[in-house]
């Protein structure tokens, strides 16, 4: 199986250099957008899998929930680095992951209804706790000021960077971090193969329930 992650001499400004430079990249959105950034090839055929795993990973990608069970690899990633950093995936078919730039910013929501999730602007210490929305006594402050998490997939990282320009501190923490990159990557690969070894696929049969209007007669007076 394909290994990302590299060993690189942190003493060595050369190896460092080389290891940035060198590092796979590709587009943060579309290849007009002329952005790109750290990445990895993670389609399923250059994985250096044996071709069972292979095919039963094919099959994983139609199973319902397959991604959400593998994704923590990269959702850990992204807690790690106060989501400043996060990875996302681009290309047909999701087949690379890359490097993107974020932040957690405020929303500005005060207060939220338990029973129907409606948001608000304001406090309930403002006005009062009825919903504005199912006009139920049911708002609730939230304990601590609500945030978001955003994700600037435009940008780059280091497109026309001459790392020979930087200093041995900051070549070490942007190396440590694509080494980072690289580990999560590993990650996500090696819990996608434990699904595959693991675990079956079958068939399930489920009905969706539907809402229709009929006529009743009413009751004869």
Known sequence: MKQFYQKVDLRSRKAMVEFLSNHFRYHTMNSWNQS???ANKIK???????SETEDKLYDMLDVDGFWNDIRWALEDFAYEYGHEWQIGTNGRSGGYVVLYKGCVE???YKSYCT???QQNFTSVTENNNFCGKCHQPTRKDYSKPHTRVV???GKGTDEYE???DWDMFSLRERVKLVQSFDRATDNLVAAAVHMAKNFSIEEEEYTVPHTRKVLVEKDAA
């Open 162 to 164: 001459d790392f020979e």
């Open 151 to 153: 994700t600037y997939p």
């Open 106 to 108: 405020p929303t500005g």
């Open 36 to 38: 790109t950034s750290y």
């Open 44 to 50: 399923i055929h250059a994985l250096g899998l044996n």
């Open 115 to 117: 029973a129907c999730y």
